[in-house]
């Protein structure tokens, strides 16, 4: 290995710990906060200290995130977007409002035909859809069983506030295992976290932005993502 690859895959590495000891903080500052209240009957006073150490831990993690955000370019590819996707919900609320939920599906359902083959670079990166997707479908899943069992058993008052946070640690031991995998077999910490942080972005977009018909810069597919087949994950060549 080169002392430059040395030198960067050193740097992925250490952004890559940082990010996760952020994450961690957050986690164990929420479990800290929604104890303290809950044990001490939802009294402030109590509550004070880790709440403070929420203020603490969160404001270098805003930062942070910016950060971040900025050097793996997510804040460019959302901004690109931003007024897009604003047009195509309004117009979506508009359709829903006057012509009713049948017109909003039926744009919806354009929206995703036209933007089908952006779907596709998708499938470049498996190890990400398979997280975010099964992300979503734990959180689900366990807070609708858990939300029944409450409702049907009645659960404990601790068990009540440690478990919803289950789903979170789980999710972040395999986001710890995803980056440090990836960055051991040459992916950035930069181009890892922006995959991450885009396509939740993008197919959000695809549901919604038919626009993309629309030979306009603003809102045409091929100057928001690129020509089809373009990656539009990846990192851009500086």
């Not at 290995?1 to 164990?28: G, H, P, R």
């Not at 609320?93 to 354009?110: E, K, L, R, S, T």
Request: include cysteine.
């Amino acid at each position: 290995m080169s002392t430059l690859s040395q030198s960067s895959f050193s740097e992925d590495e250490s952004w890559c710990n940082k990010f996760i000891l952020m994450l961690v903080a957050i986690q164990v500052v929420c479990l800290w906060r929604t104890v303290s209240l809950v044990t001490n009957g939802m009294s402030h006073d109590s509550s004070l200290l880790p709440s403070l150490a929420m203020l603490v831990v969160m404001i270098p993690a805003i930062i942070m995130m910016i950060y971040i955000n900025y050097r793996n370019k997510v804040w460019h590819f959302f901004f690109r977007i931003l007024l897009s996707g604003l047009v195509n919900m309004f117009i979506l609320c508009m359709i829903g409002q006057f012509v009713g939920i049948a017109g909003a599906v039926v744009w919806i359902i354009a929206a995703v035909f036209v933007n089908r083959h952006r779907f596709k670079i998708f499938t470049n990166y498996k190890k990400y859809l398979t997280y975010i997707v099964a992300t979503y479908a734990l959180t689900f899943v366990f807070n609708m069983f858990f939300g029944v069992a409450i409702l049907t058993h009645g659960v404990g008052t601790m068990t009540a506030v440690i478990a919803p946070f289950i789903p979170s640690i789980l999710v972040l031991i395999w986001l710890c295992y995803l980056l440090k995998q990836e960055i051991k077999q040459g992916r950035s910490f930069w181009e890892a976290t922006r995959i991450l942080a885009l396509m939740p972005m993008s197919c959000g977009y695809f549901f919604i932005g038919l626009l993309t018909l629309v030979p306009i810069k603003l809102f045409s597919g091929e100057s928001l993502f690129g020509e089809e087949g373009h990656d539009y994950l990846a990192m851009p060549q500086e």
